[in-house]
């Protein structure tokens, strides 16, 4: 068979070839960014289905319109509007399949042979692989703890003149880091400065631990004269409603959502109506809220665990920041005493001592650094996280 070029330019991901590693019995895994089954409302998603199939079976099971079932726009319209967001309306936004496919879209509409998209170095391993896909340069901004350096994005912005600039701002996949209020207005005045589509990528806003996070940017847009003209937002339920629902969504200037809503007609017709009448349902039943409580509480308590372990089995070896919110750790390894400093080397070790984390050099679009490494603390509970890092320090310091 003669396969389309384009693939040559993508590799399967590093992340779903090292869950083929996990099926020995005994292995503790940090490396998915998936959210604990166990934390999912099952009740309120039952009562959500059985509630829309006695009310609405025949549009909840029949097909429906491309940019999404009424209903659910309506509800996620009402979500957004709670989180600051007050002019948004159902007709700014399209429902996706999950918010996988809403960046899957940005591209198909955006990008062509030879331009240059913008990520932040690290960002998500599948941004990269989709954007890939259509061709062009994907060029990695630095970051730190608050999130990308906008000093440094100005001077690639010039340089390369990017199609686009995508961003995971709040607790990203995989930094965990939080762009700053200041940063967050800057993007945007740079965006309008240079006229560069900036994509927002938000799965894991709601997941905060102290307080909520910065506003988003799309609910700073107003500060900013003419940025929403030139604003992506990506949203999601995955992570803290279900993943399995498949259900996302995107706010975007009319001419890309009418290009995006054409392009989702070729690929999958619409969104699984079943799965959006049962998330409007749940939305609008009220449970959310107390839902994201308690998701919250225990994620915070795992992740203090985690930190904990790592700080007293790895001293000055493992450097990392905190995370406030979000499923994941972002740590470097050091080298101190002459460590280990090659991170997909201390995966190997790892998974012998019967543990699992992602190496970090896949995040990175070019120039990877490979002393990090990325833990999620998402899927163990705290006793079974300190026994992990109790059995990664131990194949750091072959103990």
Excluded at 21 to 28: A, M, R, V
Excluded at 41 to 47: H, N, S
Excluded at 243 to 248: A, S
Excluded at 358 to 375: E, I, K, M, N, W
Aim: a negative charge; charged letters at 20%; hydrophobic letters at 40%.
């Amino acid at each position: 068979m003669q396969f389309s070029h384009r693939l040559d330019r993508v590799e399967t991901s590093a992340i779903r070839e090292l869950f083929k590693l996990l099926g020995q019995p005994g292995i503790i895994s940090f490396a998915g960014g998936f959210p604990d089954s166990a934390m999912f409302d099952v009740q309120g998603i039952k009562q959500a289905s059985e509630q829309i199939l006695n009310d609405s079976p025949g549009s909840a099971l029949q097909y429906g319109a491309t940019e999404g079932y009424p209903a659910l726009k309506e509800e996620l319209a009402l979500f957004m509007q709670s989180k600051g967001i007050k002019d948004m309306e159902a007709s700014g936004l399209i429902v996706t399949t999950g918010s996988q496919q809403a960046l899957d879209l940005v591209a198909k509409t955006m990008l062509d042979e030879g331009d240059t998209a913008l990520v932040e170095a690290p960002t998500f391993l599948a941004t990269i692989q989709c954007f890939r896909l259509y061709g062009p340069k994907v060029l990695g901004v630095p970051i730190d703890e608050h999130g990308v350096r906008v000093d440094l994005l100005e001077g690639m912005i010039q340089t390369h003149r990017p199609k686009l600039i995508y961003l995971v701002p709040t607790f990203g996949n995989p930094s965990g880091a939080m762009l700053s209020l200041e940063r967050r207005l800057k993007v945007l005045e740079l965006a309008v400065k240079y006229e560069t589509v900036v994509v927002e990528d938000d799965p894991y806003g709601d997941l905060y631990f102290e307080g909520e996070p910065a506003p988003s940017m799309l609910s700073l847009s107003h500060l900013v004269p003419g940025s929403r003209s030139w604003l992506v937002y990506c949203g999601s339920l995955s992570k803290v409603l279900s993943p399995g629902l498949r259900i996302g969504w995107m706010v975007a200037p009319q001419a890309l959502l009418q290009r995006a809503t054409m392009c989702k007609q070729f690929s999958d017709a619409h969104t699984s109506t079943f799965a959006q009448a049962t998330a409007a349902q749940y939305l609008k039943s009220g449970r959310m809220p107390k839902t994201l409580e308690h998701v919250r509480q225990v994620y915070a308590e795992r992740a203090l665990a985690m930190g904990e372990a790592l700080t007293e089995h790895f001293g000055e070896s493992l450097a990392f920041n905190q995370p406030k919110g979000g499923l994941f750790f972002w740590a470097k390894l050091t080298g101190a005493n002459g460590g280990l400093t090659d991170g997909s080397e201390f995966a190997k070790m790892a998974i012998k001592q019967g543990v699992a984390f992602v190496p970090g050099a896949p995040f990175f679009a070019d120039q990877a650094d490979h002393s990090t490494l990325r833990l999620s603390f998402a899927t163990s509970g705290t006793d079974l996280i300190k026994q992990g890092i109790e059995r990664l320090a131990a194949a750091y310091f072959k103990k």
